[in-house]
T-cell receptor, first 111, second 115 residues
Framework: QQQVKQSPQSLIVQKGGISIINCAYE??????FPWYQQFPGKGPALLIA?????SEKKEGRFTISFNKSAKQFSLHIMDSQPGDSATYFC??????????FGQGTELSVKP | DSGVTQTPKHLITATGQRVTLRCSPR?????VYWYQQSLDQGLQFLIQ???????AKGNILERFSAQQFPDLHSELNLSSLELGDSALYFC??????????????FGEGSRLTVL
């Protein structure tokens, strides 16, 4: 129940395309859903986060879509750029507790 | 630069040995978290300390232990090392007691290779 399942494991997108990464969870007590971005040789860094009282949050080219009834949330990267090539992790937590991370998605944006 | 410092960056050791990984959190952050990142397991939460006290425990092996000192730096001790312990170990910090309400700031990790 503590797991967060992320797909796909890897994703190749052409420059200018839309990258979509999906996550699913079981624990209905989760109330905070961030996405982290990790470049090679670096630690993960917060990209964008959402709480379950909204269905969508947009920051620039990055959008989180949240479906509470389906217990799913996704990251959309619009107009994907080669600089977006990185590993993306979804995560979830309950009542300010520890973050549980998904398995990660390695995104490659081809020029 | 996240402000979280981890040392050493790379460590190569043999099976059965013991190593210590060190983390200095961002200035003012009271919470320190340790995560293990391996290719097949993703980011696994190990343990959290808040202001010197253990706050939460995850999938941390009994051979592993951690502590947070009065100056808030933290150490992760790994003993009786096995090949499967080879991984990237991340430290993260946050100002609050629960990292789930805000941003975790990650260091660049310590890459442990057990031969």
């Amino acid at each position: 129940q503590q797991q967060v399942k992320q797909s796909p494991q890897s994703l190749i997108v052409q420059k200018g395309g839309i990258s979509i990464i999906n996550c699913a969870y079981e624990n209905t007590a989760f109330d905070y859903f961030p996405w982290y971005q990790q470049f090679p040789g670096k630690g993960p860094a917060l990209l964008i986060a959402i709480r379950p009282d909204v269905s969508e949050k947009k920051e620039g080219r990055f959008t989180i879509s949240f479906n509470k009834s389906a217990k799913q949330f996704s990251l959309h990267i619009m107009d994907s750029q080669p600089g977006d090539s990185a590993t993306y992790f979804c995560a979830a937590s309950s009542q300010g507790g520890k973050l549980i991370f998904g398995q990660g998605t390695e995104l490659s944006v081809k020029p | 630069d996240s402000g979280v410092t981890q040392t050493p960056k790379h460590l190569i050791t043999a099976t059965g040995q013991r190593v210590t990984l060190r983390c200095s959190p961002r200035s003012g952050d009271l919470s320190v978290y340790w995560y293990q990142q391996s290719l097949d397991q993703g980011l696994q939460f190990l343990i959290q300390y808040y202001n010197g006290e253990e706050r939460a425990k995850g999938n941390i092996l009994e051979r592993f232990s951690a502590q947070q000192f009065p100056d808030l730096h933290s150490e992760l001790n790994l003993s009786s090392l096995e090949l499967g312990d080879s991984a990237l170990y991340f430290c993260a910090s946050s100002p609050s007691v629960g990292g789930g309400t805000g941003e975790l700031f990650f260091g660049e990790g310590s890459r442990l290779t057990v031969l």
